[in-house]
């Protein structure tokens, strides 16, 4: 009997390394037909654009307002937010959303199935939650993001769709630049963006953790600037001035609105104003003109160097 049992038990795992094997050569070679997609970059959009958000607090309301300022006269949007909150959270009505009710709570709110089933949307703009080991393990993101894309496209079959590429908590075990650049290969780009099955349009992405990353590399190697001394003044503060590890301020908002105006827009960010409102209407704190000049070549360079963000190089 003993030896029956190991001999089944080897079989098991013959037979679960052999699927995980087809399954990573399909995997591989889905990843191949996106790459030969992405290598063409998409045509210029026409501007205005009408663009939906969907995700939670890393997207927050200054954001997504901000952008609209870049953008000018015209350009419209709308949003679903929540804490946290995964994108099988938003899709399946019997998970709650944490903070929704505080979140939507403005007029820029638009039920995300309704809207995305409307058609009414050039570019929609999905956000995993982070952990996103943690999303991807326990809320099964590479099932429910092309969802949300085959349900944008079957509202409007000319809709782009990104993927908005975030970053992980200051305090990261495993570094937070570290995690940024592994992330980007083995889980935002190797797994979620291999998970759309659109081979002919598909998914592009929204790098502002790539763009983060090497703003902070170039401005702590150069000691700081003016506005940024380190990573952390990109973050937000409470009222005793402690470092909230994962939300961002005023200043990484701004560089994250650069980063979504270029890929959205093709257009480069350079020479685009730095002074903005947030979303309640109170001025934002702005960058000095040298860091905000930075940020918007950072933003120019790193979208452009990426095929996955749509944006000739």
Known sequence: MLRLGLVASFLCLVGAATAWGLWSRVQDTHLAELEAA????LPA?????????????????????????????????????GWGTSLREHWDPDLPINGFETENAHDRFRDAREALASGDFDAVVLTEMVELRDAIRYHDSATYLPLWADLA??????????????????????GWLERIDSDWRDNWRGTLLAADG????????IPAGRVMAEFVRVVEAQGGTATVSNRTDLFARDAQGRI????????????????????????????LPAA???????????????????????VWQVVRSLPETGVAP
């Open 244 to 271: 909230d590890p994962i939300h961002l301020g005023d200043l990484g908002a701004y560089l994250v609105a650069l980063t979504h105006y270029a890929v959205l827009t093709h257009r480069s960010p350079i020479g």
């Open 153 to 174: 496209r079957q509202g409007n079959p000319a809709v782009r769709v990104y993927l908005y590429e975030t970053w992980h908590r200051l305090d990261d075990p495993d």
């Open 45 to 81: 959009p026409e501007l205005p654009l009408k663009v939906y958000h969907l995700g939670h607090s890393l997207v927050g309301r200054d954001m997504p307002a901000m952008l609209a300022q870049l953008a000018g006269d015209g350009h419209d949007y709308r949003m679903q937010l």
């Open 38 to 41: 992405w290598a063409t970059p």
């Open 276 to 298: 903005l409102l947030r979303a309640d209407g109170t001025p934002a704190q702005a960058p000095d003109p040298a860091t905000a000049r930075l940020m918007q070549e950072t």
């Open 198 to 205: 659109a081979s002919a349009m598909p998914m592009r992405v």
